[in-house]
């Protein structure tokens, strides 16, 4: 070992294998807290020379060394306990689990299998990226609020990390491990896993996700009530109605800045490690997520959307329904945050590389955008039409061999997508008006996110039909996925990619 990298190890890491993060981290992390301290003993001298005053009067020069002295303490103390929390806070990537421990009164150790991790993401916020830090974010099983999380490491060590355990939980570490066995006999020491190469599929322009915020229904509300207040005001000859307004427009505006903010530059790429999403103006994050590990996708529409034919697609991921911060959990659920028909069936593809179908393209379309038995689907019987004047066209279903379709929405139109092996549960529903016009609904239970599968209005004897069809077909596709490890489950999908299938023709073919 080259005498540099020697000493390196020795800083980072212990005799057994664990590793520290950079040691900016906790500075990074609470750098909001040294700032408070700063401002709460300097505010005085502060202001005092922002005024031209004098800084030490005469009762404020004999305080300025106390001040001085406790808020020096206070910063050696918060700087030591930055210093405890780095020195105490390690990880280790070995025996198919990641580990990390934490705290120095109460300690912690989180363990996850390699095999469980539904996806796993690098977040930069603006102050990390500055310093060319990142926090890795890996998200497993019914993980919840409690994600993995290692905060802050080196730009390149957090993409080499996410490499290896993207390698052994996938299973591409497994493939590499005899080619890795043979070069360590043959005198050459094994490669450390590198990021695997990507092929773009598609970008969001931002001129497009500009015209989706100001043609979204939180928009056409504000113009709404912007009219009606200016039409009271006319009418009442009461200015009042116009401060109504300010909280709806501030709001709207953080939510502009919000959305804008963490979809610019959106992104989507395949590589055989899973799906990669990168987004973010300020702060930046890059998603991974495992193709077969989505339980759900919903494709949406609104009205304003038509006219331009764009959707939007979300998801259900193990773990990130139960998001602690909303906002964030919102974004990243999000597969694409606006896009035409061709994207749509484009991440379509990478979510559900088997279609289970000789004509994805025209099932799909139908989904999105067609009305009646058009491609296979069954909708709403024609005697039930009063409870869904202009969706009962819509409201359908349609199963392919890999998974089941739901359509519904003749304004607002949404498609709803579960592979088989994700249906964890199913449950019919049935109402006193429904029972008269002998319709039902169906509801799948998936892990909890924006998508709820249900079927709507279907009739009696197809809904019942579908319950048991659909049981079968569930509890069928988990028998054939004998793995967790999604390498093997989704490789004639990324077997051309490795070929090395130029992007454009990648594109064609998820296309």
Not at 36 to 48: L, M, S, T
Not at 57 to 79: F, K, Q, S, T, Y
Not at 287 to 299: C, S, Y
Request: charged share 15%; aromatic share 10%.
């Amino acid at each position: 070992m080259p005498p540099a990298a020697a000493r390196r190890d020795a800083t980072s890491a212990s005799d057994d294998g664990w590793l520290r993060v950079h040691p900016a981290s906790p500075f990074v992390r609470g750098w909001f807290a040294l700032a408070a301290i700063a401002f709460f003993f300097g505010r005085d001298i502060f202001e005092r020379a922002l005024q031209g005053q004098p800084v030490f009067e005469e009762g404020l020069a004999r305080r300025a060394p106390w001040l001085l002295g406790g808020g020096a303490a206070v910063l050696a103390v918060a700087v030591l306990g930055f210093v405890l929390t780095w020195y105490f806070t390690k990880y280790q990537v070995s025996g198919g689990y990641v580990r990390v421990t934490s705290g120095l009164l109460f300690r912690q150790h989180r363990q996850a299998r390699l095999d469980r991790v539904q996806a796993i993401d690098i977040v930069q916020p603006l102050l990390a990226r500055i310093f060319g830090l990142a926090e890795l974010k890996f998200e497993v099983a019914d993980a919840g609020e409690s994600a993995m999380r290692l905060a802050y490491l080196k730009i390149g060590d957090a993409r080499q990390l996410r490499a290896t355990i993207l390698a052994r939980a996938s299973g591409a570490a497994a493939v590499a491990a005899p080619e890795a066995g043979a070069a360590s006999q043959g005198g050459q020491p094994a490669r450390p896993a590198t990021e695997a190469p990507e092929f773009a599929v598609l970008s969001v322009p931002p001129s497009r996700l500009l015209g989706s915020l100001l043609l979204s229904e939180q928009s056409f509300f504000v113009v709404a009530g912007g009219a009606a207040s200016v039409v009271l005001s006319a009418v009442t000859d009461n200015r009042a109605f116009y401060f109504y307004l300010v909280p709806a427009v501030l709001g709207l505006a953080a939510g502009y800045w919000n959305y804008f903010n963490r979809g610019y530059n959106f992104t989507a790429a395949v590589s055989p490690d899973g799906i990669r999403l990168r987004y973010g103006l300020l702060d930046t994050q890059a998603q991974t997520l495992p193709p077969g590990r989505i339980q759900a996708v919903k494709v949406a529409q609104s009205p304003l959307w038509r006219p331009f034919g764009w959707y939007r697609m979300q998801v259900n991921v193990a773990g990130y329904g139960h998001s602690g911060n909303a906002v964030e959990g919102n974004t990243r659920t999000i597969l694409l945050p606006v896009g035409r028909l061709p994207d749509v069936l484009a991440m379509l593809s990478l979510v559900l590389p088997d279609p289970g179908t000789d004509q994805p393209a025209a099932v799909f379309a139908a989904g999105l955008n067609g009305r009646d038995s058009g491609a296979g689907f069954v909708t709403t019987p024609q005697r039930a039409w009063l409870l869904a004047p202009f969706a009962w066209r819509r409201n359908g279903f349609a199963a392919t061999e890999t998974a089941l379709l739901l359509r519904s929405g003749r304004w607002w139109r949404e498609l709803v997508v579960v592979p088989h092996q994700r249906t964890q549960s199913l449950a019919l529903q049935q109402g006193p008006v429904a029972r008269l016009f002998r319709v039902a609904d169906l509801v799948l239970h998936t892990t909890a996110g924006p998508v709820a599968p249900r079927l709507t209005q279907a009739g009696l004897d197809e809904v019942r039909q579908l319950f048991n069809d659909q049981s079968a077909r569930a509890r069928l596709a988990r028998k054939r996925q004998t793995t967790e490890q999604w390498l093997s489950q989704v490789a004639p999908a990324i077997e051309p990619a490795n070929a090395g299938t130029p992007p454009q023709q990648e594109g064609q073919q998820h296309g």
